[in-house]
């Protein structure tokens, strides 16, 4: 009992200290040869898990293998923590890894709080941060910056992509469940305007509290607007609730869409196909969607658990390895010295990559490519494991993204 | 002005009874903590994750061991009320001695430590679970809306298993035994009563209806490690707002929140998982130990 | 649990402090500790990550704020979260918006807490043990409810980019060891400014009022009114706590707000030890650090965590600073 008590205090007094302590030599170690490091900083604990966690850690280790970055003499580590989607344990981290363990460039990041916190702290040191999980249009808006490249998805993608090329289908007037929190409002407000640009309607929206359990009250008032799309803006376990209950109630039996706004294939993995069948969802890569995208699945497959990559990881293998390009393109310590000349390198390069194919990266950090409009297959359709989608719809790389005129990112004169 | 009253009617109507059906899961959760707390004075904060490795273990039924919904009903409960057994003769009864401050922290440590668990395996995005055959199928029309038969056994089920557990503590004589050993536990021990033992059980029942609750939410809602922690806090203010271990008062002031909950989300839904907590500082105020707690 | 923590302190033997350090209240073992406490606060920096040590510090102020309420009081606060987060809303926005210093700014956030402290406590207090608990609780959530609706509070990305300012308006805070020495000031302030109210004889009362509080009225003291004293006090440093700490990092964001925040600095204060004047720095040190360190273990921290608070319950009830304490047959 005794013993017990000494050990555990022991513990508990080391491990303020040690980890701490052992930092501190990396720094002098890192300045010497030419070696990047690579923080993921992401959720790894929580409702993002599946879609950034520990895949996207694989996905950036796959990345730098696919550089060959070793062989021009560079080597490069990669060092990964949970944020706990807290703000200040993501800043915490950010700032120490930056100060005391010499990382370079901090990548993935979910959850729009922790997203924005990190641009700051990243711009202030003149690191990279290359963001692939987080959905906020402020990050290549009034909060962009030169250090930051913001690669997969943004809700204005979103929104146009689900929300204008549903219409043309002749799903024309929407009611929105939406989550009571910026990031649903902003999906809503931006679909919205794309559904009425297009000549659609919009009878209603109801907004609930984040993190739901019951969705029924809202559905029935979805089905009580009489509308032809009920589209769902909100994110993880809200829309996986609101679509397993939209199943349940027959909303689909009679002929009413599903738009879900932001949804990966984990959350389709997730829902089943039961459940999940005849949704339509927008995001810019699958893992089926060509040769490109299946040679890059297969190679990364064997490392990620039984996991299948989502956009979310696509974006961070294809955004390390565009700026792992741009290192050896510019040089190691060059690189390592001035994050913002490295992403204004990266922006001169056109990317090239198996997740987006050919695309660029604009002035204000917003990495191009085109856009998928997808529909969940039925279970009868689907013929192997994760195969999930067909497609409805591609918008191209110049009409998906918010043109940089309405974005109002104070890097770019107008 | 009829019309309106009418429309009025038809728009609330569906909301109370999709209201009642939450309200059966608040109803039953609040079930357990109640039977936990007015037994072993223990403030349940596992209880969320209880609920949760309920729904676990129906899924782990389904795809280990091609067992169905209606066996599940029965066992998930049986095996998570074994684990709850376990834990109680280890951990917990080293505590109904002390403030409720450290069951408190005793069980949310717990929580914790289940969770990660169960996230480190499942990953934390969710699983697929169908409703049972006999229950899928079309909605029923109940002439004001279209309700899912799922819906309607909730119900069911809730009511039946709350009128079961309020039967067995008030009307027999285990109960009578189990009230009495809580107002004084050495008393009835002399009388040759194993008091520990039924303090164990009564755990156990506390953790086997969480878990009860879990199967049963386990086709409607998506079944994921944190499902338990988001609804928690909800039930421990139904608790308090019944009247801290009273299970009468657990039940009714269950399926009544459900209600009002369910109105507002119609009103005003952003505010639908704040007003439970502006009834609770209400209730307090007017009534120190909730609408059906002894003061 | 107040019974069980005092048992062992009326025996711990009432030493004389140390010249000087006694004037402030401390027996000679708090004294050789506070020194202790002193020393670090002076070499942590050059030792460990200032960023990191200055988080540490924030919550070490809240944990001893609140600790002011369970420890003294006898009252269980579960809804400190709205004064910490509501401390941080309104200094971001003091200093981002207004354009106050940092100085005015943190008092701005300390002044919201009282406000907010006084009127919760006015209705809290009326009810005791868990029924107190649950109101503070519930006003809480309302509060949350108010942040997540407010525009000024920027919904879930909260309020970013708070610059640091310029201390009296001359000393920039930019670099971190700047920042840190005003930081530790102002928990070093905060810290001796409720170890005073507990050795002034308006803290005898609140002891008392723990202790037997039918007794306390008897002798014709007014408990409402000390009570509603301890909570806005309380609610003072937490929302002083939440605002340094906003000026930290730059942000203010929901998280501070969440009823999790509230559980958190229980699990602070009871894992450091309650009632005991250094016991809250300890625990809000320890899990600060496990947050820290152990975020490379991915899902595994909320396991660990687990487990050490289970460890805790089961076999440091009096948590670190009570177990020392036993051990070294004194009363920290």
């Known amino acids: 009992m005794v013993q017990d008590r ?92 930056i100060d005391r363990d010499g990382v370079d460039v901090i990548v993935d990041v979910p959850n729009s709080a922790v997203a924005l916190a990190i641009n700051g702290i990243v711009r202030e040191k003149n690191k990279v941060y290359l963001n692939s999980t987080g959905g906020t249009t402020e990050l290549t808006g009034r909060q962009c910056s030169p250090n930051t490249v913001h690669w997969t998805y943004d809700t204005y993608m979103l929104a146009k992509s689900t929300g204008g090329a549903m219409v043309k289908t002749g799903a024309d007037s929407w009611f929105f469940i939406t989550a009571d929190y910026a990031f649903g409002h902003d999906l809503e407000r931006n679909t919205s305007a794309f559904v009425q640009a297009a000549g659609g309607k919009v009878l209603g929206a109801v907004r609930h509290p984040l993190q739901s359990t019951d969705f029924s009250s809202y559905l029935l008032q979805a089905q009580q607007s009489r509308a032809k799309v009920v589209g769902l803006a909100n994110a993880g376990t809200d829309t996986i609730n609101c679509v397993k209950q939209a199943a349940e109630f027959g909303v689909t039996r009679r002929g009413t869409k ?157 | 002005m009829i019309e309106e009253l009418l429309f009025q009617l038809e728009l609330g109507l569906p909301q109370v009874v ?17 039977v936990i707390f007015g037994m072993l004075n223990v403030i349940n904060f596992a209880h969320g994750a209880q609920f949760m490795v309920g729904a676990f273990v129906a899924w782990m039924l389904l795809n280990w061991g091609g067992i169905g919904y209606w066996p599940a009903l029965l066992l998930a409960p049986l095996i998570v009320g074994a684990f709850g057994v376990v834990l109680e003769r280890t951990m917990i009864s080293r505590l109904y001695k002390l403030d409720h401050l450290y069951g408190l922290l005793l069980t949310f440590g717990l929580a914790l430590i289940i969770e990660g668990l169960f996230r480190n395996s499942f990953g934390s995005s969710g699983l697929p679970y169908a409703p049972p055959e006999l229950l899928a199928g079309p909605p029923v029309d109940l002439g004001f809306m279209f309700l899912p038969k799922y819906r309607l056994w909730v119900v069911v089920a809730a009511v039946v298993m709350s009128l079961l557990t309020w039967i067995v503590i008030e009307k027999t004589r285990l109960g009578a035994y189990l009230r009495a050993a809580t107002e004084n536990a050495a008393l009835v021990q002399a009388f040759g009563v194993n008091v520990p033992r039924m303090m164990t059980l009564t755990y156990a029942a506390g953790v086997a209806l969480a878990a009860f609750a879990g199967v049963l939410a386990a086709p409607i809602y998506s079944v994921n490690p944190q499902m338990g922690s988001s609804l928690i806090i909800t039930v421990f203010a139904v608790v308090v707002i019944g009247g801290m271990g009273s299970i009468l008062g657990s039940v009714l002031t269950g399926f009544g929140l459900g209600l009002v909950e369910g109105l507002t989300k119609v009103f005003y839904p952003e505010a639908s998982s704040t007003v439970i907590f502006v009834i609770m500082a209400i209730v307090l105020l007017a009534r120190p130990a909730g609408l059906f707690g002894r003061a | 649990m107040a019974g069980q923590a005092t048992a062992f302190t009326a025996t711990a033997q009432q030493s004389p402090g140390l010249p000087g350090l006694a004037a402030l209240g401390f027996n000679r073992a708090q004294s050789i500790a506070f020194l202790l406490l002193l020393g670090l606060l002076l070499v942590g920096p050059f030792v460990l990550y200032p960023v990191f040590l200055m988080k540490l510090l924030c919550f070490a102020l809240f944990a001893c704020a609140f600790n002011l309420l369970i420890g003294y009081v006898g009252l269980l606060s579960f809804g400190h979260a709205m004064f910490f987060g509501m401390g941080g809303y309104v200094t971001a926005h003091a200093a981002k918006v207004w354009g106050l210093t940092p100085e ?36 809480a959530q309302m509060i949350f409810f108010v942040c997540l609706q407010a525009p000024f509070t920027g919904g879930e990305d909260g309020i970013q980019s708070v610059p640091r300012g310029a201390l009296l308006g001359v000393f920039s805070l930019a670099q971190d060891m700047s920042l840190y020495w005003v930081v530790a000031a102002v928990f070093l302030a905060g810290f001796l400014l409720i170890n005073r109210i507990i050795h002034s004889p308006f803290g005898q009362v609140l002891t008392a009022i723990r202790e037997n509080e039918p007794r306390a009225i008897s002798l014709g003291y007014r408990v409402d009114d000390y009570k509603l004293m301890a909570f806005t006090l309380s609610a003072t440093l937490a929302g002083i706590a939440g605002g340094t700490k906003a000026l930290v990092f730059g942000i203010a964001t929901l998280t501070d707000v969440y009823w999790a925040m509230s559980g958190e600095v229980v699990l602070m204060t009871l894992v450091g030890g309650l009632g005991t004047v250094f016991g809250p720095v300890l625990g809000a040190a320890v899990i600060v650090s496990m947050q820290n360190y152990l975020a490379e273990f991915g899902a595994w921290v909320t396991v660990i965590q687990g487990c050490i608070f289970v460890a805790c319950v089961l076999a440091f009830r009096a948590g670190i600073a009570g177990q020392l304490g036993r051990w070294l047959r004194v009363r920290l």
């Open chain 1, 258 to 414: 599903i738009a879900v706004m932001l949804m990966f294939i984990n959350d389709v993995h997730s829902l089943g196909l039961n459940a999940a069948q005849g949704l339509v969802c927008t995001e810019s890569f699958y893992w089926d969607l060509n040769d490109r995208t299946r040679a890059f699945t297969d190679r990364v497959k064997g490392s990620l658990g039984g996991n299948y990559p989502a956009m979310s990881h696509a974006g961070c293998y294809a955004s390390v390895l565009h700026y792992l390009k741009a290192v050896a393109d510019m040089g190691g310590a060059a690189a390592k010295s001035d994050g913002a000349a490295t992403v204004a390198r990266m922006k001169a390069m056109p990317t090239d990559d198996d997740c987006f194919g050919q695309g660029k990266i604009r002035e204000d950090g917003r990495k191009l490519h085109p856009v998928y409009l997808f529909e969940v297959k039925k279970p009868e359709e689907s013929k192997g494991p994760w195969d999930y989608y067909k497609m409805l719809q591609t918008t191209s790389a110049d009409e998906a993204w918010r043109p940089v005129s309405e974005g109002g990112c104070p890097l770019v004169r107008a």
């Open chain 3, 104 to 139: 005015l700014a943190i008092l701005a956030g300390g002044a919201v807490g009282a406000v907010l402290g006084v009127v919760a406590g006015w209705i809290a207090i009326r009810r005791q043990g868990i029924y107190f608990a649950m109101i503070t609780l519930a006003l």
């Open chain 2, 18 to 34: 999709l209201g009642l059906v939450n309200g059966a899961f608040y109803a039953l959760l609040s079930l357990g903590l109640a």
């Open chain 1, 6 to 97: 000494r050990s555990l205090l022991k513990s508990g007094a080391g491990l303020a200290l040690v980890p701490a302590l052992a930092g501190l030599p990396s720094r002098g170690r890192a300045q010497g040869a030419t070696t990047l490091k690579i923080g993921v900083l992401n959720d790894q604990s929580g409702v993002y898990r599946e879609v950034s966690g520990p895949t996207s850690t694989a996905c950036v280790r796959q990345a730098i293998q696919d550089s060959g970055i070793a062989a021009k003499g560079i080597t490069v580590e990669v060092v990964q923590a949970d944020h706990q989607n807290k703000a200040d344990v993501g800043a915490t981290i950010a700032r120490q890894w």
